[in-house]
């Protein structure tokens, strides 16, 4: 039987608690109904000359009156943010991260209780810890923003 009181924490290795928290995130950030002249944003991410197979790509606002951040995944070097949850024109930092797949694998000697070990970062950190990189969003431009990542 699990406890039902107030000694129950919420784990995040519990994929019931991780489905709520999910989608009460998802319900909070609906903004379609804002008045905001949000745009939508795609494009490519490539890294040493290939696409990125998997990552994410953060744009954190810079300046610009009415700022927003937005974020998206990548898959096989695509990107894409709708409308809803687009940017606004302004000035936004690029973040990029990818994590190598086999370095956040549960190891086959691992010890219950024990953490995992840390998913080691594939892309250099000028392009997320100390990004270099920024986009301008226009009103009425092509939204399309495309980063060829070198080492």
């Not at 795609?42 to 998997?54: I, N, S, Y």
């Not at 949850?85 to 086959?108: C, F, H």
Request: glycine fraction near 14%; hydrophobic fraction near 35%; charge should be positive.
């Amino acid at each position: 039987m699990i406890p039902m009181g107030p000694a129950r924490h919420l784990r995040w290795g519990n994929p019931i608690g991780l489905l709520w928290v999910v989608g009460m995130l998802l319900a909070g950030c609906n903004q379609e109904g804002d008045d905001l002249p949000r745009q939508p944003i795609w494009g490519t991410v490539a890294f040493e000359g290939k696409p990125l197979a998997e990552g994410t790509i953060q744009f954190q606002p810079g300046t610009g009156a009415e700022t927003v951040s937005a974020g998206s995944v990548i898959k096989d070097g695509q990107y894409a943010i709708d409308r809803a949850g687009g940017l606004v024109p302004g000035t936004y930092k690029v973040i990029i991260n990818a994590r190598s797949a086999e370095s956040g694998a549960q190891p086959k000697d691992q010890q219950p209780g024990k953490p995992r070990p840390v998913p080691k970062e594939l892309i250099p950190g000028k392009y997320n810890t100390k990004t270099t990189l920024t986009v301008q969003v226009k009103p009425g431009e092509e939204k399309a923003f495309d980063f060829d990542l070198k080492p």
